[in-house]
């Protein structure tokens, strides 16, 4: 389908649209010509990222700034799939226009899941593929192999050092599995290969980290221009992201590899400085002139990079108190001897990093100014001692990298060192966090460097949250509603069991026999009625299993098993992926099953159950975090003294949009249909539901607010009844979606009414003259 949005014509690559996209295409073409920030929810199973995909890359070839998009998604099934439909897009595209486009989109993962090379690749630890990585790429591997040395290469990045940058694979949408096929066929490098050919790309997609975490970000995207427009999907979770990008704990056990890793450098230090003392004098006189001439290595072969954001990087000489090698291991040594000391406390501390190096200089007079530079110091000496086996020094990395950032930011950071694992324990076993507490710290280089962002996803309501947050201004901020010709979803809320006793997840009544068994009611008398597939989410994991272990030795999971398989998501990713495979099975083998997961765990947030493979999702409870956590009673903190976000507003924004994410797992296209049961009393108050996302807050009917378990089943059946009844597309057509016709009608409305909106105004105003 071809249509135009003002003066843009877009190229669709199916002849029907669904109004929201349509509208959704609209305010992201306003967005862009405004420029800034827009925040867009659209209903899950709409066609968000075709939609979205569609239009940049004709807004791209449209006007001739041919603006490259950087499109950030969360998982690496996000990312396939993203790829997947930008394949298929271009070859729309291609059939559409008579000709193939200059195009290049390109995927970016972690070497783990890029690797060729048939020894690392086996590594199942991300930190030991890349420090293997490394020892055979590093140009100073390949210098020693020059001279003769036993030193191995990996052919695959070999390879592509005699071609090109910008020449390494031709034009064209590659997904990950292409791209590995392709180095495969011809031995290079896909991650490299990739990497090298990210700034001649038209599309870029890649997890949020390489634009967000500045450890990242500034090997990978430093490059990018200003006009670029950068899409975050899937980001409900964005200030999550934000946050872990510049936090870091430390342990017992991390500690004591430091200190090994110290040793391990002290001797390599005493080794060169016997057999090639000049090394380490040539690093010294770059340092005397300055850092930014000691980082003379390409992006491809640092160790680490500077984990604080660009503009706090320090443009000036390293102190020279750690300008010698034997001078900075030794004040190293140093700090890692004070917080290995610091951690041998037995009560709880909490301070600001103000206090934290105000302590560490009266114990050791170690100051602040030679601990920022401590990151890029590290690095440029692992770079001239030539270490080649850098996984010996990744305990002591995340040392010089905590100790950039405690000295570097004062503000939105706390330090808590927790001596127990948990209130009850009495072996020590200390943490100490370094906790950012200010999401808008990592993202504002995003909003400051692009000239459009745009943040988007299924959940993101209440939307006047993020903004607070993440500190910005919004160009459009909107939320779709979702046009059905049927409603092809029933959400309900469950406040009582069949004895009429309330249900809720509250600490102090989630333990209650009356509230497991009525909980154990509804999970039976789901498995009796849906077909296929049943998803069951829970608050946590430990709640999962007390619940579990309950209802074994009430004999509700005897009864379940008698409709259904039961499988249950774990903690271990392996596991998971296993119940999932024969969560599957058993729905495609007509058997039927029943997963019980988690909210916040692997299967809210990145799998979809469409069609039989989710016919109902009941979420047991709202997901809120854990309230006693410090680190989160700080972060609640410093929103409600910093940005007057209150507590309990950020707390249940947050359970209620995770809430949602667990009940969009169900819904994925309007062909598609399925149950959502919220069970728990608390959902019945106007202040929880108006959280929801609107596309589910306008199917909730007030009779479906307040159900009794036996009331909700009757009007499940009903529901799935309906639901089998013949419904042809022709009953669809000009509701949930427009034919082209459709689409131009609909047009001539809003431009009707626009003008006599503007006749209206231009009346107002010539009475007001007069």
């Known amino acids: ?436 507490l200010d999401a808008a710290i990592a993202i504002k280089p995003v909003f400051d460097r692009f000239r459009s962002v745009i943040i988007t996803s299924g959940t993101l309501s209440p939307l006047d949250m993020y903004p607070k947050m993440l500190q910005f201004n919004s160009v459009i901020q909107e939320s779709y509603g979702m046009s059905l010709a049927r409603n092809c979803f029933l959400p309900m809320v469950i406040t009582r069991g069949g004895d009429q006793v309330s249900i809720s997840s509250k600490f102090e009544a989630r333990n209650d026999p009356s509230v497991v068994r009525n909980y154990g009611n509804i999970l039976i008398e789901y498995s009796k009625i849906v077909p296929d597939g049943l998803v069951a989410f829970f608050p946590s994991y430990l709640y999962l299993e007390s619940i579990v272990s309950s209802w074994q030795s009430m004999g509700i999971l005897d009864e379940v098993w008698k409709y259904k398989l039961i499988l249950v998501e774990t903690p271990d990713p392996h596991e998971t992926t296993l119940a999932l495979e024969t969560y599957r099975a058993a729905c495609s083998n007509g058997r039927g099953a029943v997963l019980l997961s988690v909210a916040r765990g692997k299967v809210s947030e990145g799998v979809d159950f469409d069609h039989h493979y989710g016919r109902a999702v009941i979420m047991f409870g709202i997901p809120y975090q854990y309230t006693e956590s410090r680190i989160l009673k700080a972060r609640l903190e410093f929103l409600r003294d910093t940005y007057q976000i209150r507590e309990a507003d950020f707390l249940t924004f947050d359970a209620m949009r995770h809430a949602a994410q667990c009940l969009g797992r169900v819904l994925r296209g309007k062909d598609d249909h399925g149950i959502m049961v919220l069970a728990d009393k608390r959902y019945g108050r106007s202040d929880k539901r108006t959280k929801l996302p609107k596309w589910i807050q306008q199917y909730i009917t007030e009779g479906a607010t307040n159900l009794s378990t036996d009331m909700s089943i009757a009007l499940s059946k009903k529901f799935l009844r309906s639901m089998a009844q013949p419904f042809t597309t022709a009953d669809q057509e000009g509701i949930s979606w427009w034919s082209f016709e459709d689409l131009q009608s609909h047009q001539k409305k809003s431009l009707k009414m626009k003008t006599a909106e503007t006749e209206k105004h231009d009346e107002e105003m010539d009475i007001d003259m007069t």
């Open 1 to 436: 389908m071809k249509f135009y949005i003002d003066d843009l014509p877009v190229l669709f690559p199916y002849p029907r649209i669904y109004p929201e996209q349509y509208q959704y295409m609209c305010d992201l073409k306003h967005s862009l010509d405004a420029g800034g920030a827009a925040l867009l929810e659209m209903p899950s199973g709409t066609g968000k990222t075709i939609s979205l995909l569609s239009l940049i890359i004709s807004y791209q070839s449209h006007y001739p700034e041919h603006r490259k998009l950087i499109y950030c998604s969360r998982t690496m099934s996000e990312i396939d799939k993203a790829l997947a439909e930008l394949k298929r897009l271009m070859q729309y595209r291609t059939s559409q226009l008579g000709y193939e486009e200059p195009f290049l989109g390109l995927g970016l993962s972690s070497r783990k899941n890029l690797c060729l090379h048939p020894s690392v690749r086996r590594e199942k630890n991300g930190n030991v593929v890349d420090a293997r990585c490394r020892s055979m790429t590093a140009g100073f591997v390949k210098e020693q192999k020059q001279a003769g040395m036993d030193v191995q290469l990996c052919d695959f990045h070999e390879n592509l050092e005699d071609l090109e940058p910008h020449s390494l694979v031709p034009n064209g949408v590659w997904t990950l599995d292409d791209i590995t096929d392709y180095g495969t066929k011809h031995v290079r490098c896909p991650y490299f290969t990739v990497r090298r050919m990210l700034p001649f790309c038209n599309v870029i997609i890649y997890s949020y980290h390489y634009l967000l975490d500045p450890k990242i970000a500034e090997r990978v995207s430093k490059e990018l221009s200003k006009d670029c427009i950068v899409v975050f999907d899937e980001a409900h979770n964005i200030d999550n992201v934000c946050i872990e990008s510049l936090s870091i704990d430390l342990t017992d056990s991390s500690l004591r590899k430091a200190t090994r890793g110290v040793q391990a450098l002290e001797q390599k230090v005493n080794e060169v400085k016997q057999s090639d003392a000049k090394k380490l004098q040539d690093e010294y006189q770059k340092l005397v002139s300055g850092l930014q001439g000691a980082n003379t290595a390409s992006d491809e072969e640092q160790f680490m990079s500077n984990p604080v954001l660009p503009e706090d990087l320090l443009q000036e000489a390293v102190p020279g108190n750690i300008r010698r090698a034997e001078h900075f291991v030794a004040f190293l040594k140093r700090f890692v001897e004070y917080l290995k000391t610091r951690m041998k406390v037995l009560h709880v501390i909490a301070e600001t990093p103000t206090s934290f190096l105000q302590h560490v200089k009266d114990l050791t007079f170690i100051d602040a100014k030679p601990l920022r530079f401590c990151a890029e110091r590290l690095n440029s000496l692992v770079r001239a001692l030539q270490i080649a086996a850098v996984d010996d020094f990744q305990s002591l990395q995340q040392v010089a990298t905590f100790a950039t950032l405690v000295s570097t930011y004062e503000r939105g950071f706390v330090l808590i060192l927790e001596p127990f694992e948990t209130e009850n324990a009495t072996v020590p076993n200390p943490i100490l966090h370094f906790s950012c």
